[in-house]
């Protein structure tokens, strides 16, 4: 996806690209460590966008990826 950066939000240096019909939002992943749950995620975004697939992930054992985590699943 290619974005014209005149026509966005740029905040401290950041571009910031509001979601639309261009641009949805699919998942969430939430970090290992991270103090929030699914159920305040679900929150921010409501509960009209309960097509995004919200996850608990973790680092893998053996391998350079990034896991769901089964313990939350």
Do not use: C, W
Request: zero cysteines; proline letters at 1%; aromatic letters at 10%.
């Amino acid at each position: 996806m290619f974005v014209d950066l005149e026509s966005i939000e740029r905040v401290n240096g950041l571009y910031f690209q509001k979601f639309d019909s261009t641009l949805r939002l699919t998942d969430i992943f939430i970090g290992h460590s991270a103090s929030v749950d699914k159920e305040k995620v679900l929150d921010f975004v409501g509960e009209n966008e309960l097509s995004i697939r919200i996850v608990k992930v973790r680092p893998a054992f053996k391998s350079f990826k990034i896991v769901v985590d089964q313990r939350s699943a």
